[in-house]
């Protein structure tokens, strides 16, 4: 079962598994001042180390992007407050795990043993049954609980297992940071490259650093492919790494030194006169480091934050008028997955919202993009959307027409129904006029200027819906009322002159 994961081997054992493990998973650090980024909360005199260093650690969420140190700041504060460890993956997981663990803690507790913190990795994948599982053991302290997520815990966990818990928000590290990472494992002879004679092209580094979008774990498994790839075959005494303390097992106190020597012997035969292996030279260059990348995995959910993130980014960029942001934003979500429909819904919404009469062109651009997009499909679809995204992004911009809807819809909510005046109601029926129905509509095509001046809603506005902005083609709109307006001034006058 999931909760006695921890339990299935003796010390040894794992650490003999874990020569084995990846080398992300060999180069976790055992304590804060080996962990990397989240200087924000885990940096010297920052509130999670103040909390770590103090002993008192309350149940926490760590939010953030995949490889950013959620599960090793968990195992740190897991080994600093002496607690017993347990992992578990959400998706694997059932009640029955959570409760059996929750069972051993209370057992632990009343035998004066050690605290019990339980590790959820995933914590999101939980329904809102399961989650609702923790909360009385949670708010006791009979468990403390980190609950690690990618998504929003603010949407996707349960309100009152947030309230119970103090969020942390991981951020991507930085190139600098994951330089640090990649360099500590070329140096690191215990649990890294150290023992492996590595020529690291700067160029390699900085690329693995970059194209990683600030996941360690991505960065260090390139590092692996790149390095392991070359390590056989180069002569008959090329080794692996020859590991030893491969990885912390013991949660509870600092890294154990090195008791026992996991290091596979040298092969006799190919032995130099002084009983020492060769050492092969391994190049790391720019051309094997991309080799070892392939393609860049996009980070992107489809229907979490990410989603709805990058839409807000295009959306604000187009609306300012940022042609470079605004290609760059539509090509992450080409790149991620993102349903057609939904980009060109956004980039029309835009138009229609944000440009509208400044420029009805477009609106229509947008229309036909859409159309085209559907009819075509990706990859070629990039194509159409890539235009009506920069045209509105170079477009000029006004709401005028988005702001007169919004407050008429607020209102039709809020105020008192206008009913529709009798002149305006429909009266191409029999027996209309008896109603009163159309009777003193005034047609204003008998006008020179197709205009005349009548009553179209029964009441006086406080202040009118569209107010047209003076920028682009809604600057003729305004200019236009605006002469429509002295023309009835002009007509009055002449009329009151004529009598």
């Known amino acids: 079962m999931a909760c006695e994961k921890e339990n299935l081997f003796s010390r040894g054992e794992r650490e003999a598994l874990a020569a084995h ?57 897991a080994g600093s407050i002496k ?45 809102r049954a399961q989650q609702d599982v923790l909360l009385d053991d949670v708010e006791n302290g009979i468990i403390q609980l980190i609950g690690a997520t990618t998504e929003n815990p603010f949407f996707s966990i349960n309100s ?70 070359q390590a056989k075959g180069k002569s008959a ?28 012997p040298p092969d006799k035969s190919t032995a130099t006169s002084t009983g020492k292996m060769p050492v092969p030279l391994i190049k790391l260059t720019l051309d094997i480091a991309k080799e070892s990348v392939q393609r860049k995995a996009v980070q992107y959910d489809g229907t979490g934050d990410t989603h709805y993130d990058l839409a807000s980014a295009l959306q604000k960029s187009m609306r300012g008028s940022d042609p470079d942001a605004t290609v760059y934003w539509l090509a992450r979500m080409i790149v991620g997955g993102e349903d057609l429909r939904f980009i060109a819904r956004r980039i029309a919404i835009c138009a229609a919202e944000d440009v509208g009469n400044a420029d009805p062109m477009a609106t229509i651009l947008a229309a036909s993009a859409v159309q085209i997009a559907e009819f075509v499909g990706f990859p070629e679809a990039q194509l159409p959307l890539a235009q009506a995204a920069i045209y509105i992004a170079c477009a000029p911009k006004s709401n005028a027409c988005a702001n007169a809807v919004w407050d008429a819809c607020a209102s039709v909510q809020s105020g008192r129904t206008i009913p529709v005046p009798a ?56 200019e236009y009322l605006q002469k429509l307006k002295n023309y009835v001034q002009q007509y009055q006058r002449q009329t009151e002159s004529d009598s």
Do not use: W
């Open 83 to 127: 607690a017993k460890f347990h992992y578990l993956s959400a998706p694997a997981a059932s009640v029955k795990d959570v409760r059996e663990i929750i069972a051993g803690a209370k057992d632990r507790l009343l035998t004066g043993g050690a605290k019990t913190l339980l590790f959820i990795d995933e914590i999101h994948r939980f329904n």
């Open 21 to 77: 493990a990846p080398l992300a998973v060999r180069m976790r650090p055992c304590t804060l001042d080996g962990f990397v980024g989240q200087e924000h909360f885990a940096g010297t005199g920052k509130l999670l180390r103040r909390m770590i260093e103090a002993g008192n650690i309350t149940s926490l969420i760590f939010y953030g992007p995949p490889g950013t140190g959620k599960t090793t700041l968990a195992r740190i504060v």
């Open 160 to 229: 009152p297992l947030i309230s119970r818990s103090t969020v942390f928000s991981f951020e991507a590290l930085s190139k600098d940071d994951i330089l640090v990472v990649l360099n500590r494992a070329l140096t690191d002879s215990e649990k890294g490259f150290g023992q492996m004679k590595i020529d690291a092209d700067p160029q390699a580094l900085d690329f693995l650093a970059e194209i990683c979008d600030g996941d360690a774990r991505k960065a260090l498994t390139a590092l692996e492919v790149a390095v392991l790839s």
């Open 423 to 478: 002149h305006l109601r429909d009266s191409h029926y029999a027996g209309a006029k008896k109603l009163g129905h159309g009777l003193n509509y005034e047609y204003p095509h008998k006008s020179p200027i197709g205009y005349i001046e009548q009553d179209y809603l029964g009441v006086q506005l406080e202040k009118p819906y569209y107010k047209p902005k003076d920028i682009g083609r809604e600057k003729l709109i305004g």
């Open 237 to 264: 005494g090329a080794q692996a790494p020859q590991l030893r303390n491969p990885v912390c097992t013991d949660l509870h106190t600092a890294p154990p030194t090195a008791k026992q020597s996991l290091t596979v």
